[in-house]
Nanobody, 125 residues
Framework: QVQLVESGGGLVQAGGSLRLSCAAS????????MGWFRQAPGKEREFVAV????????DYADSVKGRFTISRDNAKNTVYLQMNSLKPEDTAVYYC??????????????????WGQGTQVTVSS
């Protein structure tokens, strides 16, 4: 069973930065795509960024390109999301996710992901 524990959320002013962390356990971390998603109040969960198991270039949502950076440390079983130049519209619960199929590039089917409990990020204007 996969366990994902996020940390690092909080309240920040617009233009500020936060770094989210997600510690994973329960499987061979390096074999799986890892990602971040977010859900704002009244909206559906949306994709933010994914870093695949092979170490290739990460994928980002257009809304965060150039501001957010995803990275992973396989030795620590941890994935990070560095968020810079934060905007009020970045306010959401941020979820860490682990793709359920090893050595496979991800799809956006929600049931194919394991999810963390989420961490709140609030950006004030």
């Amino acid at each position: 069973q996969v366990q994902l524990v996020e940390s690092g959320g909080g309240l920040v002013q617009a233009g500020g930065s936060l770094r989210l962390s997600c510690a994973a356990s329960g499987r061979t971390f390096s074999a799986y795509d890892m990602g971040w998603f977010r859900q704002a109040p009244g909206k559906e969960r949306e994709f933010v960024a994914v870093m695949n198991w092979s170490g290739g270039s990460p994928d980002y949502a257009d809304s965060v390109k150039g501001r957010f950076t995803i990275s992973r440390d396989n030795a620590k079983n941890t994935v990070y999301l560095q968020m810079n130049s934060l905007k009020p519209e970045d306010t959401a619960v941020y979820y860490c996710a682990c793709y359920s199929i090893p050595y496979t590039f991800y799809t956006m089917v929600p049931s194919n992901w394991y999810w963390g409990q989420g961490t709140q990020v609030t950006v004030s204007s």
